[in-house]
């Protein structure tokens, strides 16, 4: 229950300014009462319903949940927030750490799942829960131990049958790496809680390819986001030159372009427009296709994976870059012997005198390519509804990827297919040649990095706009304390990265304290640099580049009374920020009067202050109220004095913050008001003695006590001896 109240690092390893450390910080007073009745609440549903505590969240408090808290306990705690209070951590895991996943089971595959570091994405909260996948096969064993509580109840008929048996085994294996269940048995698949769309194209070792198009179409209309097709067209003897006086494709090289393969014989164009075709109706709805690369150890990968290169009459891709194809490595990241690899066959040379001279193909095959473990990997069989197998081939590793997809779309349901396609190719691990190469195309799948933040992360503002987390802080004056360093709204604040994908992080290790306490002696208008003129018993004073900045003043028998306005561009009373935090102008009204008389001295000034937000932030607007006085006593030589520095006496500032993302992209908000009164005023005591030793020698000695020095929870004492010598 304590670990549901705190954030855990999304990505601790992230040289990103904030998020080193991002564990939720105790909310201010005024909002810890709320919120230990919500914990209590939190606290009673699970030992109420017995819920196991290593599940995350979201299965721990759904709208239901969070609306019946809401009706039932109204009187004691507000159902917005336990909303905050929830759905704030809603994306937590009870389990941060990788290695609670490291179990058995989760080594079951004989390792596969720790090289595409999965783990990672677990203690994250990612399992794939909720999203369809699909299997385009020889069926699956629908009554595996293993696999039956995530197996739809749709069904998907064929000349073969309905996808629910499976006597080759093929099928269920790869069922088994995608989505086997995580219930400490054998082994479990990358996306354990993932939903299994099933289609039988094929009774095996031979599947019908084209049924699978046409499969992976009535899935997609079903909410299927991708289809998995471990099966391809096999290159003949002739193609490969296994025939006696053929010595199989060519190579063309300069040296200088990318090395490609073509074959002088036309029947042999691999990207025929009707083959390509039949599979665009699925990826026309947004349905991924992870494709194997087939195991015939060639250079380049088979159809139909090769067909995601394949191009219109106006140069775009005809399946939309939703078409992948998936090598295979061991789990070191070495490539299969087996495994076709990722140079290109090019469907359109070019020539010169009748010798081909290039490839004029727009995309190339190792853009679309990636790798995944597919050496002796162990999952389900279809022998009995308890029995497993080792088999190895790139009908292996593509089942990691398509597992991997459910994952990153249950995180993430706001990414289109294109957005989670570029995701998995950009967040690979590098292998082979650097960057993008013939063998290892984009490289090996990385879930680790895959979950972590992208690009440019972004505190989201109003309008969906966003600025940089790396650029955004607030330098805080004493006048408001450590009242902006621990803000329970800014504990749990909204950024995205690049791709739109929400995270949270703690704000307040992004306001800065400056140590510099105020003394008695500063005034409103030490803000304003003001320089005054006295005439008689009048004074006036004002900023030469700023006339906004003024003060009047009066003398009136033993006081003085003053009046003043002070404008202060993006701070206000010396509180500024930037990015996410920026201020616009601020104004203050002020006034204020002092009276000496009989060695008694009082003094008292107090301030009205408008804040103004602006548009990229999230500070909206604020007003305060601050106040200082003082009073003293001076007796022979020594000098008693009181007092309390400027600081704030009530104030807020209205705040506007992202809370979530909608699945079309969009950014939810709500607003806080934040209270920047700090709950701890700093009171100075002091006590001065002053004496002459000779006409041009004098002693001071002095010593200042101030409690909640700067507005802050801490203490301060000083002692000081001068020796004044005037010439």
């Known amino acids: 229950?304590?670990?549901?109240?705190?954030?855990?690092?999304?990505?601790?390893?992230?040289?990103?300014?904030?998020?080193?450390?991002?564990?939720?910080?105790?909310?201010?007073?005024?909002?810890?009462?709320?919120?230990?009745?919500?914990?209590?609440?939190?606290?009673?549903?699970?030992?109420?319903?017995?819920?196991?505590?290593?599940?995350?969240?979201?299965?721990?408090?759904?709208?239901?949940?969070?609306?019946?808290?809401?009706?039932?306990?109204?009187?004691?705690?507000?159902?917005?927030?336990?909303?905050?209070?929830?759905?704030?951590?809603?994306?937590?895991?009870?389990e941060d750490d990788p290695e609670y996943y490291q179990t058995n089971e989760f080594a079951g595959t004989n390792g596969s799942l720790k090289a595409i570091k999965a783990d990672y994405a677990y203690a994250r909260g990612w399992t794939g829960e909720g999203i369809k996948v699909g299997i385009l096969d020889t069926g699956v064993r629908a009554t595996h131990n293993d696999l039956d509580d995530n197996i739809s109840s749709v069904t998907?008929?064929?000349?073969?049958?309905?996808?629910?048996?499976?006597?080759?085994?093929?099928?269920?294996?790869?069922?088994?790496?995608?989505?086997?269940?995580?219930?400490?048995?054998?082994?479990?698949?990358?996306?354990?809680?993932?939903?299994?769309?099933?289609?039988?194209?094929?009774?095996?070792?031979?599947v019908y390819i084209s049924l699978g198009?046409?499969?992976?179409?009535?899935m997609a209309d079903n909410g299927v986001v991708v289809a998995n097709l471990s099966a391809n067209y096999k290159y003949d003897n002739f193609f490969r030159g296994k025939v006696d006086g053929y010595d199989g494709y060519s190579t063309y090289d300069n040296g200088e372009d990318d090395k490609v393969y073509y074959h002088t014989n036309?029947?042999?164009?691999?990207?025929?427009?009707?083959?390509?075709?039949?599979?665009?109706?699925?990826?026309?709805?947004?349905?991924?296709?992870?494709?194997?690369?087939?195991?015939?150890?060639?250079?380049?990968?088979?159809?139909?994976?090769?067909?995601?290169?394949?191009?219109?009459?106006?140069?775009?891709?005809?399946?939309?870059?939703?078409?992948?194809?998936?090598?295979?490595?061991?789990?070191?990241?070495?490539?299969s012997s087996w495994s076709n690899k990722a140079g290109h066959f090019c469907q359109t040379l070019t020539y010169d005198d009748g010798n081909v001279v290039g490839c004029a193909d727009e995309y190339k095959s190792k853009e679309i390519f990636i790798v995944a473990p597919g050496e002796t990997i162990n999952s389900l069989d279809s022998d009995s509804d308890t029995d497993t197998r080792v088999r190895s081939g790139t009908s292996m590793a593509a089942p990691h990827v398509t597992g991997a997809i459910a994952v990153l779309s249950q995180a993430w349901q706001q990414l289109s297919s294109d957005q989670i396609v570029s995701l998995l190719f950009t967040t690979t691990t590098d292998l082979g040649e650097t960057g993008v190469d013939e063998v290892y195309g984009n490289g090996l799948l990385n879930l680790d990095k895959a979950t972590q933040p992208q690009g440019d992360v972004k505190v989201s503002v109003t309008n969906n706009g966003g600025e940089s987390l790396s650029g955004t802080s607030m330098m805080t004056s004493s006048l408001v304390g450590d009242s902006l360093s621990q803000v329970g709204a800014f504990s749990s604040a909204m950024v995205y990265d690049s791709y739109n994908r929400d995270y949270y992080v703690d704000l307040n290790k992004a306001v800065v304290q400056n140590n510099f306490a105020l003394s008695l002696d500063h005034k409103h208008e030490s803000f304003g640099n003001i320089s005054s003129l006295e005439f008689r018993n009048y004074s006036i004073g004002f900023n030469e580049d700023n006339l906004n900045n003024f003060k009047l003043g009066v003398k009136r028998n033993d006081c003085q009374y003053k009046i003043g306005n002070l404008k202060e561009g993006d701070s206000f009373l010396g509180t500024g920020g930037t990015g996410a935090f920026a201020f616009g102008s601020s104004e203050t009204i002020y006034s204020g009067f002092s009276c000496?008389?009989?060695?008694?001295?009082?003094?008292?000034?107090?301030?009205?202050?408008?804040?103004?937000?602006?548009?990229?932030?999230?500070?909206?607007?604020?007003?305060?109220?601050?106040?200082?006085?003082?009073?003293?006593?001076k007796k022979n030589n020594f000098l008693f004095t009181v007092g309390q520095p400027l600081g704030i006496r009530q104030g807020s500032l209205q705040t506007q913050m992202a809370t979530s993302i909608n699945n079309d992209g969009s950014h939810n908000y709500a607003s806080y008001d934040v209270d920047i009164a700090p709950t701890n005023r700093h009171v100075t005591t002091g006590i001065a003695y002053t004496k002459g030793l000779s006409t041009n020698l004098h002693l001071n000695t002095e010593f200042q006590y101030d409690?909640?020095?700067?507005?802050?929870?801490?203490?301060?004492?000083?002692?000081?001896?001068s020796l004044l010598f005037n010439w």
């Open 707 to 721: 409690h909640n020095y700067g507005n802050r929870d801490t203490n301060h004492a000083m002692l000081s001896s």
């Open 213 to 218: 198009a046409e499969m992976a179409s009535q």
């Open 1 to 94: 229950v304590d670990k549901i109240c705190k954030m855990i690092p999304f990505d601790p390893s992230r040289p990103l300014n904030l998020q080193e450390s991002i564990a939720r910080e105790p909310r201010i007073k005024e909002e810890e009462k709320n919120n230990l009745k919500v914990k209590k609440l939190i606290e009673d549903h699970v030992f109420a319903t017995g819920i196991d505590p290593r599940v995350p969240p979201t299965k721990l408090f759904d709208e239901s949940f969070i609306k019946t808290l809401g009706e039932m306990h109204g009187d004691e705690v507000k159902a917005s927030e336990i909303q905050h209070a929830i759905k704030a951590h809603i994306k937590v895991n009870l």
């Open 596 to 633: 000496s008389k009989n060695n008694f001295f009082y003094e008292f000034n107090a301030g009205y202050t408008h804040i103004n937000g602006v548009s990229n932030s999230i500070i909206q607007d604020g007003v305060a109220i601050s106040d200082a006085w003082q009073a003293s006593y």
């Open 266 to 335: 036309t029947n042999y164009n691999f990207r025929q427009s009707s083959s390509v075709e039949e599979w665009k109706d699925a990826t026309d709805k947004d349905m991924i296709i992870v494709n194997s690369a087939g195991n015939q150890g060639m250079e380049f990968a088979a159809a139909p994976g090769i067909y995601g290169t394949a191009v219109d009459d106006n140069g775009d891709l005809v399946l939309g870059g939703k078409m992948i194809i998936v090598g295979s490595v061991n789990n070191n990241g070495t490539i």
């Open 156 to 206: 998907y008929t064929t000349f073969y049958g309905d996808g629910f048996t499976d006597i080759n085994g093929h099928g269920t294996h790869v069922a088994g790496i995608i989505a086997a269940e995580k219930n400490d048995s054998d082994m479990h698949g990358v996306a354990y809680n993932a939903e299994i769309h099933s289609a039988k194209i094929g009774n095996g070792p031979f």
